[in-house]
Structure formats: C-alpha cells, structure tokens
C-alpha cells in the first residue's frame, strides 16, 4: 500500500500567512487611533466654542444674587450701589481660559446716553474671587496664526451688556492678557483700557493638537464687534488660514 499524502501549509507559507495577518491588524489599528486622536482634537475645538457662547449667554441673562457688601460697599439690606455687567476671559499661556466677572458701580451724576460712554462712567471692575479656570480639552492648546505654530497665544476679551441699551459688547486684545497675578488695582486699569481700544477688533484662536495628528489646524473666530454667541465661530482646517 502507498502511503497517504497529507495536505497542510509548510513553514514559509505559515510565517508569510502571520506576517500578512500581522500587518491587516497593525494597519487596522493604526487607522483606528487616528480616526480616535481626530476626533478628539475636533471635540476639544467645538467644546472650546460652545464654553465662550456659554459666556456670552451668561452676560445676556445675568443676575445680581451673588453680590454682597464686600464687592459693591456697606449698603442698607435689598440696596446695591453695583450691578453685574458681564465676563473676561483672558488665556496667558495658551493651555486655559480665565473667566471672571465684571462688575460697574452704578454712577450718581448724569448718565451719559452713548454705551462706550457709559461702561466708563460704571467704572467697570473684576469681582474678587470671581475667576473660573477652563482647561483645553485633550491636551490641545491655543497659538497665534503666525509661521511659529508653537508661540502660545495671549489674549484679553471683554465682553459687557450695556447699562443703557442691554445691547451686548465685545472688546478684544488679541496680544496681551491680563494677568490673574496683576494686583487690584492693575486688573482693574486694564480692564478699563480694554473699553477704551480701537474698535472693531477680533482674535482668532489656533488650535495645535500637539501630536494628535499631523493634519491641518482649526481655529475658534470671536468676530469684532460680537454681541451674541454666534459671534463666537469654529473654522475648518481648510478655511483657518492656521
């Protein structure tokens, strides 16, 4: 009788079946940790825009309940001589946001009847203890749109509701930041001469993923002059100019 000839797969055509199977799943699961680190960086850009619409919402339906006599002076129960008028967020290193409130002190001449006007004569001021920290998401961080995409951004936005008007405005530094460490009193003349710059001005804030991925950068837009939430706006990669 002649032997049986059993059919099976030999050494070699095993190693190349392994490798070939190895290199699917590596391809597989590179594929997928990209697609993960994309959207990832996309979730952090919009979470970044939905926190400042936030702000600017707050402004808009603001409440006097957390005001005490430490902020605004000793005043009979029921009375106060200050009023909330809105928010600065401020970014120093490019890795959070500073939130902090704004108050005016209510003036006893005569009002002015123009809004720039009278935010100055409120004598706008930051409350104390007033300032909430917003880390960017996933490790993500804010730069200038300039050849270095690494020089981290610093900027000021001072976003008031008027006294007079109720009409929502937005005064931007897109260069400097004032510094939560700034004493009182130079907080406080900072913030005053963010209402007196040139109107209208913008800061476009470029978003680095720091090794998410190697694509295009987007970038979080609050457009001058905003006096609303959509006037905070998300660019793509392709319309960032980042």
């Known amino acids: 009788m002649k032997p049986l000839n059993k059919a099976g797969f030999t050494i070699i055509e095993t190693m190349l079946f392994l490798g070939i199977t190895g290199l699917l799943v590596m391809g597989i699961l590179i594929g997928t940790g990209n697609s993960i680190n994309i959207q990832r960086y996309r979730d952090s850009v919009v979470s970044l825009q939905s926190v400042?619409?936030?702000?600017?919402?707050?402004?808009?339906?603001?409440?006097?309940?957390?005001?005490?006599?430490?902020?605004?002076?000793?005043?009979?129960?029921?009375?106060s001589d200050c009023v909330i008028m809105g928010q600065l967020i401020t970014s120093s290193d490019g890795k959070s946001l500073l939130f902090r409130q704004i108050i005016g002190h209510i003036p006893t001449d005569q009002l002015e009847t123009t809004d720039i006007k009278l935010i100055n004569q409120y004598k706008i001021d930051v409350v104390p203890g007033s300032g909430i920290s917003y880390g960017i998401d996933w490790g993500s961080t804010l730069a200038q749109q300039t050849s270095n995409a690494n020089q981290s951004l610093k900027f000021s936005i001072l976003v008031l509701r008027s006294?007079?008007?109720?009409?929502?405005?937005?005064?931007?530094?897109?260069?400097?930041?004032?510094?939560?460490?700034?004493?009182?009193?130079?907080?406080?003349?900072?913030?005053?001469?963010?209402?007196?710059?040139?109107?209208?001005?913008?800061?476009?804030?470029?978003?680095?993923?720091?090794?998410?991925f190697n694509g295009n950068r987007m970038a979080v837009l609050v457009t001058s002059n905003a006096t609303s939430a959509s006037g905070v706006e998300t660019l793509g990669d392709a319309s960032s100019e980042c």
């Open 52 to 79: 400042l619409q936030q702000q600017y919402s707050e402004v808009a339906n603001v409440t006097n309940d957390n005001l005490d006599n430490s902020t605004c002076g000793v005043l009979p129960r029921g009375q």
């Open 163 to 212: 006294p007079l008007s109720g009409v929502i405005r937005t005064f931007i530094d897109n260069s400097n930041s004032v510094a939560e460490s700034d004493a009182v009193d130079t907080i406080k003349s900072e913030v005053q001469a963010l209402v007196n710059l040139p109107l209208p001005s913008k800061v476009k804030m470029c978003v680095n993923s720091n090794g998410l």
